[in-house]
C-alpha cells in the first residue's frame, strides 16, 4: 500500500499515549514520516481499552484508530537501559513527542532539555491537559473535564437544562491537529535556520481554541449563554438552530426571514422582514417556526427548503451519514483485511494533495514488533537484543503479524 511522501526521511520517536499524542502523530505518519512508538513492557493503555468496549478479536479498535503506520518498540524506561535506548533513538529523530503529565518526561531523563543536549536540532514536543508549570499541571487532561473547565459544555444545550458536552472527543482530536501543525511549522523553520524548537501542545488551548467565535464575543462585551429555546447558539439570530418536524429534525442556519417564510408558506414569518428583526426578535421567530416545521418530515423539509435557498439540513445519525452517497463522494472511509480483526474501517487522513488520498501503509502494529528491526538499526545485534530481551529491558514480539 502506498500513501504520501510529504515527510519522507522525517524520523518521528513518539512516547504517546491514549488519544491526543497517538492521533498527532498519525498526522506526520500519514503524511509520510518514519514513526517509531515506544511503548512499555505491558503495551500502551490504549492496547487495553477502547470506547464502547469494542475489541475485533481481540484487538483494542481505540489502538487501531490512532496508532496506523507505526513502528513499535517496547522498551522498559523505567530501567537504565531502557532510558539509555530511548535516547539513543531520540538522538537519531528529527521529532520527539511526549504527552506524558508534566515532569515525567524529565524523571525518566527524556525531558527536553536532556533531548537537546544530544540533539540540538531536534523539534521537541510536549502535549499536556494544563501545561507544564500552571496551578492545574497535575490535573488528568481528558476531554470531558476540559469540557467542563472551558466553559464548552456551559454554552451547548437549552437554557433550562444541563450543561451538554459534545458527543465525542473534540478537544483531543483538535489538540492533535494543532499538534501536527506545530511540527511542520517548527520542521520549516528548522529547514531554513538549522535551530530546533520546543513545541507545546495543551488541551485548554485547544479547547479555547474551538470556542474561537464564542468566546472573542464574551472577551468583548456579550455575555454568551445558552439559547433560550435550545435550537441553537445563543448569539446567531434567527432561524439559526435545529428544529424537530414531522419526523426527524432538521437543522436550518444563517437564513433571510423572507426567504424562509416563503418555503414554509407561513405568514407569521413575513412580519419579521427587516435584517435587525433576525436577533432582536428570534425567540419569537423560532417559536413561529418550530411549529410550522412540525407539518411535515425533514427529507420533505429539507428539499422544499433548499429549493427556495434557504440553507438546510436533515440531522444524520452516524450510520445514516455513513450511507451518504454525497459524503462517500470524499473518499473518507477506508477498508483493510487484518489477519486476525477482520475487515476493519478507518477514517482516512483528511488531507489531500492532487485529488490523492492517503493510502494505510500499515496496520497499527503489535507489540514490539519493530523492536527488534529498530535497535538493529542502532547496531546493536542478534545477541545483545536478545539478552536484553531475556532481562526484560525490552520486549521482541514473538511472531509477526498476519
Known sequence: MSGFESLKGIKVLSLTQFLLGPSGVQFLSDLGAEVIKVEPPRGAYERHWSGADLFLDGRSMFYMLANRNAKSVCLDLKSEEGKQLALELAKEADVVVQ???????????????????INPSVIYVSASGYGERGPYRNLPGQDLLLQAMTGLADITGAADGPPTPVGTAVIDQHAAALLALGVLAALFKRERTGEGEHVQITMARAALDLQLESISYQLNGYDVSRSPDGLGSGFHQAPYGIYATAEGYIAISLSPIG????????????????????????????????????????????????????WAQRVNSYQETI?????????????????????????????????????????PAQLGEHTKEVLEGLGYRDQEITELATRGVVHVAATPPS
Do not use: M
Open 99 to 117: 504527552n506524558f503529565r508534566p515532569g515525567i518526561a524529565e524523571r525518566l531523563g527524556l525531558g527536553f532539555d536532556a533531548v537537546r543536549e
Open 259 to 310: 426567504k424562509v417564510a416563503q418555503a414554509t408558506a407561513c405568514p407569521e414569518l413575513h412580519d419579521f422582514q427587516e435584517k435587525q428583526d433576525a436577533w432582536k426578535y428570534k425567540k419569537e421567530i423560532a417559536t413561529i417556526l418550530g411549529s410550522a416545521l412540525k407539518q411535515r418530515p425533514a427529507a420533505e423539509w429539507e428539499r422544499i427548503l433548499r429549493e427556495h435557498d434557504v
Open 323 to 363: 450511507n451518504d452517497p454525497a459524503i462517500n463522494s470524499l473518499n473518507p472511509f477506508e477498508s483493510c483485511e487484518h489477519g486476525t480483526a477482520g475487515t476493519v474501517r478507518f477514517l482516512r487522513c483528511p488531507i489531500q494533495f492532487s485529488d490523492e488520498d492517503s493510502q494505510t501503509k500499515s496496520f
